[in-house]
């Protein structure tokens, strides 16, 4: 199978007040195309970190980032930009979504940095994704007016309506009730199942049974990577 995504001897320094954090050490992690990996491990283990990496939203101090192929250190600000709108869907703890902004809108802000898109295609897409989650009756509501769920699940449609090759969640149950957790793994497990590459930090051992394959960081380092059972 395809390698999707490849970090190669990642170490990850912050500096603050004098203050040397390594949140990441010489990780070296493959994720094939179209597989499903949880990352795992108690909080400061580097997992959301890794995660940022994976996503382009951050860089690592050293070592290699490979994705699609291709070295991340070549790509530009701007086509680094372009990879985020246009091949990787994000889904995170706090949802992200713009108070300011309706469902829809929310859904559709990402869509309007595509060139080439035209309106009537961005609004297909919005409410597809919409639909997908069962929140089409939302649309015009703001994120203020729904539940911690609903706005989750607002959030993976949001994800989803960009047709990504990569999905990365980031403790997307953390802030939800056991029923609405169990509703938005569902709904990205239907999308690995569509072929999307997905990678997921969790701390609830329930999750991770989704995932083929869970990674466990500890200080730092990869501990294990094991296939699930």
């Known amino acids: 199978m395809a390698i999707h995504m490849r970090v190669e001897g990642v170490t990850k320094i912050f500096h603050s007040d004098k203050v040397e954090t390594h949140?990441?050490?010489?990780v070296n992690l493959s994720i094939a195309r179209g597989e499903y990996v949880s990352l795992c491990g108690p909080s400061g283990s580097g997992k959301s970190t890794l995660l940022a990496i994976l996503g382009l939203l951050?860089?690592?101090?050293?070592?290699?980032?490979?994705?699609?192929?291709?070295?991340?250190?070549?790509?530009?600000?701007?086509?680094?930009?372009?990879?985020?709108?246009?091949?990787?869907?994000?889904?995170?703890?706090?949802f992200n979504l713009i108070d300011q902004m309706t469902v829809s809108e929310n859904i559709a802000l990402p869509l309007s940095y595509r060139r080439g898109m035209g309106t009537n295609e961005r609004m297909d897409?919005?409410?597809?994704?919409?639909?997908?989650?069962?929140?089409?009756?939302?649309?015009?509501?703001?994120?203020?007016?729904?539940s911690g769920g609903e706005q989750q699940?607002?959030?993976?449609?949001?994800?989803?309506?960009?047709?990504?090759?990569?999905?990365?969640?980031?403790?997307?149950t953390g802030n939800l009730d056991s029923e609405n957790g169990d509703a938005v793994m569902q709904l990205l497990n239907e999308a690995h199942q569509e072929g999307m590459t997905v990678c997921i930090v969790t701390h609830d051992a329930r999750f991770t049974e989704y995932a083929e394959r869970q990674v466990r960081l500890f200080d730092g380092r990869i501990q294990y990577s094991a296939m699930s059972a």
């Not at 949140?23 to 010489?26: I, Q």
């Not at 897409?125 to 729904?146: D, K």
């Not at 309506?161 to 990569?166: D, H, K, L, Y």
């Open 58 to 94: 951050d860089s690592p101090t050293s070592g290699t980032y490979i994705f699609d192929g291709r070295d991340t250190s070549e790509f530009s600000y701007s086509q680094l930009a372009d990879i985020r709108n246009r091949q990787i869907g994000f889904v995170f703890q706090s």
């Open 153 to 172: 699940r607002v959030a993976v449609a949001r994800a989803l309506a960009g047709s990504p090759s990569v999905l990365l969640a980031d403790e997307p």
């Open 125 to 146: 897409r919005v409410y597809e994704s919409l639909r997908r989650v069962g929140m089409n009756h939302r649309s015009n509501h703001y994120p203020g007016q729904l």
């Open 23 to 26: 949140a990441l050490s010489l």
